[in-house]
């Protein structure tokens, strides 16, 4: 039996409740119907900021056709509808250097980004997770993850080459070892910024510390550590071209290249927007679950 | 076990004694005595409030009884058990509500009860806990927010589902580290006779720290003046204000001789460190 169901009822009446409360507890008004009118508010207004921002991405593609149209030399710079048109064809035909057409160019790329991030990720979590729980292992790897941060992949090509030839490996190596230290970077950051009276919180709420650690610790971390996650994918994307050197016959950086080569331009700008589409749905598969990590983010 | 001894006795709320507790923190060879010989005896029900500047050791000494923090001297007991460490029975109430922003009102009210029984303490069922629950939410005025998360809360609000939160765990004692100091000051008050109704049903102990006078003075059935050097708790003062209490009494007599007599007391400790 609990404490309070044995009360009166007359007793659990409460005091008018202030301000913007009362406003919600009105006297014969349904509380629900503000709760609901609240949130119905903030979608109209994340709508109308959708509707902005593909305003701003329609007025890029207006301005990319008037100045190719202005300057009519489809290599230096084709027109969107050339571009598309060249997207579309190449996305099932062949092209004749290589022979695969673009979807198979798109799936390779999309792997070696997928198996690079998740190794990275989870490298990265891993070892953020333990400079956040132990001060040595912070000291000792600090100073490792500031020498490696600022590096720019390329410079690693012809290390990857001798050590790990020509194959995949190299590829998805490189790719991870740009996502290892932004993981590691916001996985701690996000672990230290858990309040220390959170963890108490759930303490003095019978929670066992293993419970506390996984439930409200780590939990809490979540979406900090998303935010990393989309950051370090935007960051794979940008090291597929450089990946892509190694020695490679196929994929969207290999494929920009080649373009290139031939003075291909629709096709080179088929290769990008291919990488774009690719980054942007990924981009919101993350968002997807930061907002069901955190639902202060749904607005 | 989780279920208060109290459960059987007289009153919901349970006694603390408080002896000759003492704490000192180290940090790079410098030591710093946070609290020193406080004593203190809250009877069952009681609601006492630690009264001081910051650094007097009132929060130091609040989490000791929480056992959020072991004391180097002396000894603490809630319902004539020592504490050894936190416990649900001894309820938790923060300056900002620490809700878990990723649960809504009602789960975060049933996230006590749910960590108790995944630790075996209890075995109340789901259903019994969401009667429970909607009861709670009813109780402190939040009936149609069991779905709203802890941002789409205003700020009464939210410190209201953290007491509920509390509340669920059916404590015998309720520790609260200037739980409305961040509030403004019509909702704090609004607070204070919401607290004062709350523990006026269920008679839960009660342990208050504040370094606001009038605070104090409103809330406590005791005043217990802290601060000095080192820090401990100085004189208590009995508050003779009747019940119920409400923002009116402020201006009383016996109110503004208590406030005087508190304001010399703080003005001593203070000349004297």
């Known amino acids: ?299 | 076990m989780a279920a208060p001894a109290n459960r059987t006795g007289a009153g919901p709320g349970a006694a603390v004694v408080i002896d000759s507790v003492g704490k000192t923190f180290r940090r790079g060879g410098r030591r710093t005595v946070a609290l020193a010989g406080a004593s203190l005896r809250v009877r069952a029900g009681e609601l006492v409030c630690l009264l001081g500047p910051s650094g007097c050791g009132k929060s130091t000494l609040l989490r000791i009884i929480a056992g959020a923090l072991p004391a180097d001297e002396g000894t603490v007991t809630v319902g004539g058990r020592p504490v050894s460490g936190p416990s649900p029975d001894r309820g938790m109430l923060f300056q900002t509500p620490m809700l878990f922003p990723w649960l809504s009102t009602r789960n975060n009210i049933m996230f006590g009860p749910k960590a108790q029984r995944a630790a075996r303490l209890h075995e109340r069922d789901d259903p019994e806990l969401d009667t429970e629950t909607a009861a709670l939410l009813d109780r402190v005025g939040l009936a149609g927010f069991g779905d709203a998360f802890p941002h789409e809360l205003s700020g009464g609000m939210k410190h209201r589902a953290a007491f509920a939160r509390a509340l669920a765990s059916r404590p015998s004692l309720l520790l609260m580290d200037e739980p409305f100091g961040a509030l403004d000051a019509i909702t704090r008050e609004r607070m204070h006779e919401f607290l004062l109704d709350i523990w006026d049903q269920h008679r839960t102990t009660i342990i208050f720290v504040t370094h606001d006078i009038e605070e104090a003075i409103l809330l406590g059935d005791r005043v217990a003046v802290m601060g000095g050097s080192p820090p401990g708790i100085g004189e208590i003062i009995d508050i003779p204000l009747g019940r119920p209490r409400d923002a009116l009494d402020v201006d009383t007599e016996l109110f503004l001789n208590a406030r005087r007599r508190i304001r010399a007391l703080l003005q001593q400790t203070q000349l004297r460190s």
Not at chain 1, 105 to 112: F, G, I, K, V
Not at chain 1, 113 to 133: C, D, K, T
Not at chain 1, 169 to 194: F, N, S, W, Y
Not at chain 1, 224 to 250: C, H, K, N, P
Request: hydrophobic share 50%; glycine share 8%; with cysteine.
């Open chain 1, 1 to 299: 039996m609990s404490l309070w169901s044995t009360l009166p009822p007359d007793e659990q009446v409460l005091a008018e409740p202030a301000g913007d409360e009362a406003r919600a507890l009105a006297a014969d008004q349904d509380e629900r119907a503000d709760l609901a009118a609240y949130r119905r508010a903030r979608r109209r207004a994340r709508t109308r900021r959708l509707g902005t921002g593909a305003l701003g991405l329609a007025v890029l593609v207006v301005l990319w056709q008037l100045v190719a149209m202005l300057i009519s030399d489809p290599v230096f710079l084709p027109s969107v509808s050339q571009t598309v048109a060249s997207f579309a064809h190449y996305f099932v035909h062949p092209y004749p250097s290589q022979g695969k057409p673009l979807w198979y160019d798109a799936l390779t790329s999309l792997r070696r980004v997928l198996i690079g991030f998740a190794l990275g990720a989870v490298i990265g979590v891993a070892l953020g997770a333990a400079m956040s729980a132990s001060r040595i292992v912070r000291h000792a790897v600090d100073p490792v993850i500031e020498v490696l941060r600022p590096l720019p992949p390329l410079a690693f090509i012809p290390l990857f080459i001798i050590w790990l030839g020509i194959g995949e490996m190299p590829k998805e190596v490189l790719i991870m070892l740009g996502v290892i230290p932004v993981m590691a970077v916001t996985t701690v950051a996000a672990l230290d910024e858990v309040p220390d009276d959170l963890r108490l919180c759930a303490r003095t709420l019978g929670a066992s510390p293993r419970y506390t650690m996984l439930r409200v610790q780590i939990r809490s971390a979540l979406p900090g550590i998303l935010t990393g996650m989309r950051i370090s994918m935007a960051g794979a994307w940008t090291s597929i071209v450089a990946a892509e050197l190694i020695a490679a016959t196929s994929g969207l950086g290999y494929l920009i290249m080649q373009a290139g080569d031939y003075l291909n331009t629709a096709l080179v700008f088929s290769g990008i927007i291919s990488i774009a589409i690719l980054g942007l749905g990924l981009d919101a598969c993350l968002r997807g679950l930061l907002l069901l990590a955190d639902p202060s983010r749904r607005r």
